[in-house]
């Protein structure tokens, strides 16, 4: 349909006097009210407690406080380097070129779970290793991992809340019993998961600790069949028990020496689950009889502060994945991945002060700082 | 005046293909930037192809109107309300360009894989630098919000022509017609 200029209808028609014109910017308004408030609601501006990177931060942050320049979780650490050695046995479960026979270089590091970048080391804190395996076709596999049998929330929502629930007193610095009480007895999962950590075998150190995956993933083979499976980097050095430690960092200073006297070196164990083994519930254990397969040893050389290191300039996503491996449907998955960028963004805009571990501690005629 | 004269049907068709894609990218971006649900990697890699699609599509949409000039506005439009058109045009243009060079130059920034499709990745267009990456990923957000906003303004001025003013200009653009031109 041609509609020819309306030569009646001139400049002066925009006066919204005429009842009609009146009717075509009602309707006009409605439109572009529409698109505004739905896009809105895309950008949760109209859903204040929808849970959003920036409100799963703001729970970190009510526990541990602000510290402009860290990591906001996993906040105390430092950056170690090294190789990743494939055997090839776990070439048949995953195409992922890593697999394939041979060595890529790491990036990782090493640090204890909380907001606090200048907490001090004690046995119990939870640790934790992340890494970059880089493989030169360019198909990275990231992973941050830690020495606890269960994460202690099934879903990115229990976890906020459970920060939340947690987050301590401003008078007594410690977790309010009135608030923590009735969360644990609503939520006997997580009371459950929070036991079994408090129940881990605790080892001397970064060195002889194992450390796993929690979420549960997906190996793809070639035929495109893919399997559940988790993971666990198992030290080469034998556990010994902790002994009381010498000063706030001596957890980082002892792997700095021992990184120094010789490289340290863990096992990638995969663990291959059955179609009925819960993927969904990091909170879940499999059963202990799943079958493993080593698929190569992880060799770990020097140490770095993050200070200068080459860890701080990245996040540990764990949905950075090469073709092979993918996310199983374990809710906490995306959320991190979400989160991991927000923080990084965060951090990455920030001004760092210098870190717990300095890079004269971590240097090989370093002590401690 | 007797004649309408329209967009060619090709840049008819990526107009209204590529005002599908942004809006839908738009409306991903900011909901996958303030989600810590399970959709959020499945939206971000569908978010990263099809804005890199926009990118080539914008830029071929540039050549065309270089090589076929869009109609002219009509004479009867105020000098102030042609001045709006040029500015709002250059801006969404500007802004079809620069949104998928942003989001593909803070991955790269970041030191991110930047994956197009499964284990087809791209290479990275910037350095690796976290300083950059930040300022970039809040250039993404504010550039998103001003291509929302001048879009809606766009599509307001684009009904008040078809409605109100009814001067042609809605038709030249919103058209089956495969013709460029119609004589009266
Ligand atoms: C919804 C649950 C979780 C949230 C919101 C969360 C949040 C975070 C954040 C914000 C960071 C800092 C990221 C950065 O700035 O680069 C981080 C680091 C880390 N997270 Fe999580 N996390 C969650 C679950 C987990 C789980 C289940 C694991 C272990 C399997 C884990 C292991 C780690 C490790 C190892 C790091 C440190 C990485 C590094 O050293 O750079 N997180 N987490
Ligand atoms: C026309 C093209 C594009 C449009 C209109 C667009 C739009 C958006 C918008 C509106 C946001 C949300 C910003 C916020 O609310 O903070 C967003 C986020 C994002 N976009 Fe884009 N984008 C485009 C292209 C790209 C490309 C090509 C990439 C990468 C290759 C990309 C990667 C991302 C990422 C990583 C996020 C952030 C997700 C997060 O914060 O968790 N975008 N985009």
Not at chain 1, 182 to 205: C, E, N, Q, W, Y
Not at chain 1, 233 to 248: C, F, K, Q, W
Not at chain 1, 307 to 315: F, M, R, V
Request: glycine share 8%; proline share 10%.
């Amino acid at each position: 349909m041609v509609e020819p200029p309306d030569e009646r209808r001139t400049r002066t028609s925009l006066l919204p006097t005429d009842p009609t014109v009146m009717k075509h910017l009602g309707f006009i308004g409605i439109v572009l009210a529409l698109l505004c408030s739905t896009f809105a609601w895309s950008a949760g501006w109209l859903s204040p407690h929808r849970l959003t990177q920036t409100s799963m931060l703001d729970a970190l942050r009510a526990v541990d406080g602000l510290h402009p320049g860290f990591r906001r979780n996993h906040a105390k650490g430092m950056c170690v380097t090294g190789w990743f050695e494939s055997n090839g046995n776990a070439a048949d479960l995953s195409t992922a070129s890593v697999f394939r026979p041979g060595r890529v270089p790491v990036v990782g590091r090493f640090a204890l779970a909380g907001g606090m970048p200048f907490q001090a080391d004690a046995p119990a804190k939870v640790r934790s290793m992340a890494l970059r395996l880089m493989p030169p076709d360019g198909q990275e596999w990231r992973m941050g991992i830690n020495n606890i049998p269960v994460f202690v929330a099934r879903t990115p929502q229990e976890f906020h809340d459970l920060l939340l629930a947690t987050r301590p007193n401003p008078v007594t610095g410690k977790p309010d019993p009135a608030r923590v009480q009735p969360f644990m007895a609503a939520h006997p999962d997580v009371a459950r998961a929070i036991g079994l950590v408090g129940k881990r075998p605790l080892t001397s150190g970064f060195a002889d600790d194992t450390y796993l995956s929690l979420d549960t993933f997906r190996f793809v083979n070639t035929n495109g069949t893919s399997i559940p499976v988790r993971w666990a980097m198992v030290p080469v050095t034998p556990p010994s028990a902790p002994s009381p430690g010498n000063g706030p960092n001596y957890l980082f200073e002892n792997l700095i020496t021992a990184l120094h006297q010789a490289p340290l070196q863990w096992h990638l164990i995969i663990t291959k689950g059955e179609a009925t083994d819960p993927t969904a519930d990091p909170t879940l254990n499999w059963p202990a009889d799943r079958p493993q397969v080593d698929a190569g040893t992880l060799t770990l050389t020097s140490a770095e502060s993050e200070d200068n290191g080459a860890c701080t300039g990245i996040t540990y996503d764990p949905m950075v994945l090469p073709t092979g491996i993918t996310a199983s449907d374990d809710p906490i998955l995306p959320a991190r991945s979400a989160a991991y960028m927000s923080s990084f963004v965060r951090r990455s805009g920030e001004t760092k002060p210098p870190s717990a571990i300095s890079p004269a501690t971590a240097s090989p005629n370093g002590g401690p700082s | 005046m007797s004649a309408i004269v329209r967009f060619s049907v090709f840049a008819r068709m990526l107009h209204w293909l590529m005002a599908a894609m942004i809006l839908t990218m738009l409306f991903i971006g900011v909901f996958m930037a303030a989600t810590e649900g399970t959709a959020y990697n499945t939206l971000l890699a569908f978010h990263r192809p099809t804005g890199l699609i926009i990118l080539a599509l914008a830029i071929i949409r540039l050549g065309n109107r270089f090589f076929v000039p869009p109609p002219p506005l009509p004479a009867s439009l105020p000098r102030i309300q042609r001045m709006a058109a040029l500015g709002s045009h250059i801006l969404l243009y500007g802004l079809m360009i620069a949104m998928p060079l942003v989001g593909w130059g803070m991955l790269s920034a970041g030191a991110y894989p930047i994956v197009f499709w499964g284990s087809i990745h791209l290479p990275p267009i910037l350095p690796h630098n976290p300083a950059l990456f930040a300022l970039l990923r809040h250039a993404h957000t504010w550039f998103g919000l001003t291509f929302f906003a001048v879009i809606v303004i766009h599509l307001g001025a684009a009904l008040l022509h078809a409605l109100i003013l009814r001067d042609g200009v809605f038709p030249a653009m919103a058209s089956w017609r495969t013709g460029q031109r119609d004589e009266d």
